[in-house]
């Protein structure tokens, strides 16, 4: 973005997969993987270990992408950081719509900068509210939270915003629509 609006990743898990499947195998006696393993999916280590705690909990089998798409527990498991600069409104903006955490000081030319974080569920609720229909006004905000779901998207977490559309804007940004 032009100006000194910036979104920079900061903080993402790390997944210890094989000791995960290993010792919930010898702890529970089954893997929380069934229904990943059947589905034949080709998902990140992120998408994987969220999919898979529906199934830790209950020992039955589910479909990996019902648990992603859901509005369940798992998100929390995860926790993502940025940093961020930009306009005092921005931060503050932010500090107000969403539910993340927010640390802040000022920056260079009159700019503010902020560490953001969050669960994956504190961030899914954060990218829907601030890219409805509602914010179309405030381009800073879209551009900002724009950039927040593409690292999700990228870090493998596509399909926890499947019930959404990219509705694209003259900007190049875009807002996201619930799928009916």
Known sequence: MAGQTSVNPL??????????????????????ARGLDSS??????????????????SGKA???????????????HLFFGFLISGSTSLIFRIMELTSLEVTTTRGLNKIRVA?????????????????????????ELRWTFN??????????????????RRKGLDDKTFLLEYKS
């Open 11 to 32: 903080i993402a898990p790390s997944i210890a997969w094989a000791a995960y499947l290993k010792d919930t195998v010898s702890l529970t006696g089954r893997s929380p």
């Open 40 to 57: 034949n999916l080709k998902l990140s280590d992120f998408a994987c270990f969220l999919a898979s705690i529906g199934e830790f909990q």
């Open 62 to 76: 589910q479909n990996p992408l019902d648990i992603l798409r859901g509005e369940t527990n798992p998100l929390k």
């Open 115 to 139: 560490i953001v974080t969050g669960t994956l569920s504190q961030w899914k609720d954060a990218i829907v509210s601030c890219l409805d229909q509602k914010m179309v006004h405030n381009f």
């Open 147 to 164: 950039q927040c779901l593409d690292f999700l998207h990228a870090a493998g977490l596509r399909a926890v915003f499947d019930n959404y």
